[in-house]
């Protein structure tokens, strides 16, 4: 790890990967957690507040305006200086299938806040970064899945795109400030994510503890900017790599064919 914060946020902590960086936090970092499930986020209370940390707990939907405009507030003036934006969900179906509420979740979730607390957080994490001479720390969980298009998870897909968009292009734009940034894109990780989008097993065949991908992406924050954590497959090639050539051939073959054809008169 390379430093230590003095109080991080947490979206969706409440499970998963949220819940594993919360656990892998040292104590030395007063925590601020998120998530709807009011009994989970009293159970993180009572297991993490030790030996007088504080553990502020604010019950929030991330889809209700008025709910980021309150945990903006409060982690604004409890001068956060890590901020892990990791509340996510994904519907693995037929897009013209799916109801439009559910259609409406990822994007307000995955798009819309993530947009909103970074933009409303960040200024005031770079400014007490300045003030104190210690770095902030931005991460934004993004997902493998953000480097490419895909069927059947074609809007989770779209807006994990938008989250590794952002956090790559504010890492190089703020690359002169006091804040260190990552995306963290997982691969198939063993959490609550695949039942509650639905999605098949084979997916997630092999998938790494959110545990191991939260030590991953603590240690990877302030000395890359985009960290992909997976386990290797079993045939040596690694998911991470196959994307990675795949994202960046991709485009390649993109740009050639539209070269080649140019625009419809
Ligand atoms: N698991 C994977 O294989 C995988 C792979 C790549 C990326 N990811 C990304 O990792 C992040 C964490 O997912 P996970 O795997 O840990 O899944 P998870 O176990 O289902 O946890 C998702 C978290 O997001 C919160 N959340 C969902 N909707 C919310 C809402 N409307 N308002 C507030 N909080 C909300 C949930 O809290 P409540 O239920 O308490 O509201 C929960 O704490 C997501 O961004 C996901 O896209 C996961």
């Given at each position: 790890m390379r430093r230590q914060y003095k109080r991080a946020l947490i979206t969706g902590a409440t499970s998963g990967i949220?819940?594993?960086?919360?656990?892998?936090?040292?104590?030395?970092?007063?925590l601020?957690?998120?998530?709807?499930?009011?009994?989970?986020?009293?159970?993180?209370?009572?297991?993490?507040?030790?030996?007088?940390?504080?553990?502020?707990?604010?019950?929030?939907?991330?889809?209700?305006?008025?709910?980021?405009?309150?945990l903006i507030s409060r982690s604004e003036s409890l001068e956060t200086d890590l901020f892990v934006n990791n509340a996510g969900l994904g519907f693995f179906s037929h897009f013209t299938e799916t109801p439009a509420d559910d259609e409406a979740a990822m994007v307000d979730v995955n798009v819309v806040a993530v947009h909103e607390l970074t933009h409303a957080l960040l200024p005031g994490m770079i400014e007490r970064a300045k003030q104190?001479?210690?770095?902030?720390?931005?991460?934004?969980?993004?997902?493998?899945i953000g480097h490419l298009p895909m069927p059947y998870f074609a809007t989770y897909a779209a807006t994990k795109a938008f989250d590794l968009a952002l956090a790559e292009g504010l890492a190089e734009e703020l690359s002169r400030e006091p804040v260190d940034i990552l995306a963290l894109c997982p691969g198939a990780t063993a959490t609550d994510f695949q039942a509650r989008a639905g999605a098949p097993n084979d997916m997630f065949d092999r998938a790494e503890s959110s545990i191991s991908v939260a030590r991953k992406a603590m240690r990877a924050l302030g000395r890359r900017r985009v960290l992909v954590s997976q386990?290797?497959?079993?045939?040596?090639?690694?998911?991470?790599?196959?994307?990675?050539?795949?994202?960046?051939?991709g485009a390649h073959a993109y740009f050639k064919r539209l070269m080649r054809h140019g625009p419809k008169e």
């Open positions: 949220g819940e594993a960086f919360a656990d892998i936090l040292p104590a030395s970092t007063d601020i957690l998120t998530g709807r499930n009011a009994e989970k986020l009293g159970a993180l209370q009572e297991r993490l507040a030790v030996g007088g940390r504080a553990i502020e707990i604010i019950e929030t939907d991330l889809r209700s305006p008025t709910d980021r405009k309150k104190t001479g210690e770095r902030a720390g931005l991460i934004i969980v993004s997902s493998v386990l290797p497959m079993r045939f040596g090639l690694s998911y991470n790599t196959a994307i990675h050539r795949i994202a960046s051939s």
